[in-house]
């Protein structure tokens, strides 16, 4: 088969799939807790990056000095990471509530740039070697390809934590809350709940969606400082693709513009790394709230 | 005119649910109310009048905590509201029904119902005593919060406020805008949450409406009251309600 005049082979084809469904596996996980983020708090939380790359960082740190295996970073470092993000919501972002959104862009952008400065100053630009756990090395034989274990658990955990999140804020009580303290934040708290408790827990919880996604990708990429930085300018196309705000857009969209870029990649590789971005030209001319945005 | 008669019927108790005395409120720069006193004794329906603008709606965020500022003193039984914040005031069992409704268009009818959290174990509606004053409500309760008309969102708003074991309302201009059906709906319910017990303070334009209603009567202009009066006392008072109101 030729294409482009490149010539595709099957293998080729599938390999570059599976790279594109792992991308949109850390792309979904990242875009839905911005996503998350930005419906409660109407924060473009440009951190986000930082928080991922911390997340890897919390996984290497937890094997380097306290011991502690890839399953319990998978739960731990989330929890750190995320309990910082609750203090840098408390400490910064509380304080610029009510204030035009480029300020908190701005904040965050900056401790983003400090977090990864911090850890580039500390761990040099060239990354960390985290290994894969013993119980997902090796690879499946699908017959018409290998399909390594812990690539297929990635994409099987970004998938059921994303569909899960979606569960939880669409069709749970918590869930209603957040919608709720979305649409009429002061309303909510006419009833007696506590929103500002609630806007801390939401960054915190979107913040470590990202260290998740951190942890999943230590043993994919390794653990460098500067990997926040690389993937989040394609989230935030990403993002802008699937529109501000909707959750289960931010999911899908994540997902399909994955498998679009390494479909990309075999029928038209000089492209691969533009896709994304002309895409989001497109839908930025033709629909400029996102494909499942919301109008303002 | 059963709900006139009703009406007319003296509170059952004299002791004060809310004591409001030199509250004054801010947005932002502006000043809003310049010191309103009223108090509503259990059991009572006290209603609020005024021009646009006269600050009656304000009085109700006040007393919620709903405004930028305000000083003076909000009594709410034994505790100071002036200084807690709106969730805490809350708690304590003061509710509101917004004038905007604020019914949650992202939420079902049955999850904006079951939104508000229980704040006391007793003095709240079953949901089957809520079904039986709002029946329409039943055969909606799937339906987006979004896609219900004026009626039913102000029903909506004052249904899921009655679940909480908040025995203290406050309903802001309930039949604005709606049917004279819908009106009258309204009515039959306020004056059957009055029979359970439950004390008002509700703000209206409608003063025939409220009329039916209502023990006794405040009325504001500029940011504060100007006249208080029974409603035993109405009749002699519609030349300066004419005047104040502008109706």
């Known amino acids: ?296 | 005119m059963a709900d006139a008669a009703l009406a007319s019927r003296p509170a059952p108790s004299s002791a004060a649910v809310l004591r409001v005395k030199g509250l004054q409120a801010w947005y932002n720069e502006s000043h809003i109310l310049h010191g309103v006193d009223l108090d509503v004794r259990e059991g009572e329906v006290v209603t609020l009048l005024g021009r646009n603008g006269a600050g009656k709606t304000t009085t109700l965020k006040a007393i919620m905590g709903i405004v930028g500022k305000r000083t003076g003193s909000v009594m709410f039984r034994d505790c100071e509201l002036v200084g807690l914040s709106i969730e805490r005031i809350a708690r304590l069992g003061v509710a509101l029904c917004p004038e905007e409704r604020a019914v949650f268009a992202s939420l079902t009818v049955k999850e904006n119902l079951f939104l508000p959290p229980q704040i006391a174990k007793v003095g709240g509606m079953t949901v089957q005593q809520i079904y039986a004053l709002f029946p329409n409500l039943r055969e909606r309760l799937t339906s987006g919060g979004g896609k219900l008309s004026g009626g039913e969102q102000q029903m909506l708003a004052i249904a899921r406020i009655l679940r909480t074991g908040a025995r203290f309302l406050m309903l802001d201009e309930p039949t604005e805008g709606l049917a004279p059906v819908i009106i009258q709906q309204i009515g039959r319910t306020i004056a059957e949450l009055k029979r359970e017990g439950f004390t008002i303070l509700l703000v209206e334009q409608n003063f025939r409406f409220a009329s039916t209603l209502a023990d006794r009567f405040f009325v504001m202009e500029h940011g504060r009251i100007i006249d208080a009066f029974s409603n035993a006392e109405l009749a002699g008072k519609m030349d300066m309600l004419h005047e104040a109101l502008g109706v």
């Open chain 1, 1 to 296: 088969m030729t294409i482009f005049g490149h010539v595709i082979s099957w293998p080729q084809l599938y390999g570059q799939l599976l790279i594109g469904l792992i991308n949109g596996s850390f792309y979904a996980l990242l875009s839905l807790g911005l996503a998350v983020i930005f419906g409660m708090l109407t924060i473009v939380n440009f951190a986000h990056g930082a928080f991922y790359m911390m997340g890897a960082f919390g996984a290497y740190f937890l094997l380097q000095l306290a011991g502690l295996n890839y399953w319990w970073a998978l739960v731990l470092s989330p929890l750190i990471i995320g309990a910082v993000g609750a203090l840098v919501e408390r400490l910064f972002l509380k304080r610029l509530a009510g204030f035009d959104p480029l300020y908190s862009l701005l904040l965050t952008f900056g401790l983003a740039l400090i977090f990864q400065g911090l850890f580039q100053n500390y761990f040099g630009a060239s990354g960390m070697p985290y290994a894969i756990p013993k119980q997902l090395s090796g690879a499946y034989n699908l017959g018409f390809m290998f399909l390594p274990v812990y690539r297929g658990w990635v994409i099987v955990a970004s998938m059921v934590v994303c569909f899960g999140t979606w569960l939880v804020i669409e069709k749970t009580k918590l869930g209603a809350y957040l919608r709720a303290g979305t649409e009429n934040p002061t309303m909510v708290r006419a009833f007696g709940i506590n929103v500002p408790r609630m806007v801390t827990l939401t960054y915190a919880f979107g913040v470590a969606l990202a260290a998740f996604a951190g942890v999943l990708a230590a043993p994919i990429n390794q653990v460098r400082p500067g990997m926040g930085a690389d993937i989040i300018a394609v989230v935030f196309a990403v993002v802008v693709i699937g529109g501000m705000g909707s959750i289960l857009g931010s999911i899908l969209t994540g997902f399909v513009l994955g498998v679009v870029e390494g479909l990309t990649k075999v029928f038209y590789p000089e492209a691969s790394n533009t896709v994304v971005f002309v895409i989001m030209a497109i839908v930025l001319l033709i629909r400029p709230a996102g494909l499942f945005g919301r109008t303002a």
